[in-house]
């Protein structure tokens, strides 16, 4: 995907702001009893919010059975020999896979000599 994105931390009770899904790309929220987590495009997040910017999204093309397994990993591992630190995201049909804007290049490489193919 194209989109540059950030990956913000609120508090955990905070109210999910208007701001993170303003957008009409990516935008994923996720709150735990101690954080509020939203993951959106980057130039949707106000100044003053906690946040790493310069993330690039891959999807893992989908829909996938929830009895598959191993689909992440099969990401995840080359990119992890290669030293590419990832952000990962699960939704119903399938993943996502974040890195940031500088690994972007290392990670394409990473995936497709591992037999993926990486559409741009």
Not at 43 to 55: L, T, Y
Request: charge should be negative.
């Amino acid at each position: 995907m194209k989109d540059r994105l950030a990956i913000c931390r609120l508090e955990a009770a905070e109210t999910i702001p208007a701001w993170a899904s303003s957008d009409s790309g990516f935008f994923s929220v996720t709150r735990t009893a101690g954080v509020l987590s939203i993951v959106c495009v980057e130039n949707a997040v106000p100044p003053g919010v906690k946040c790493e910017r310069a993330w690039r999204i891959f999807e893992i093309e989908g829909p996938f059975d929830f009895a598959a397994t191993g689909i992440l990993v099969s990401a995840a591992a080359p990119l992890a020999e290669a030293g590419v630190p990832i952000f990962a995201i699960s939704t119903f049909d399938t993943d996502y896979v974040l890195v940031k804007q500088e690994h972007a290049g290392n990670a394409v490489r990473a995936l497709e000599s591992a037999g993926h193919c990486v559409m741009r």
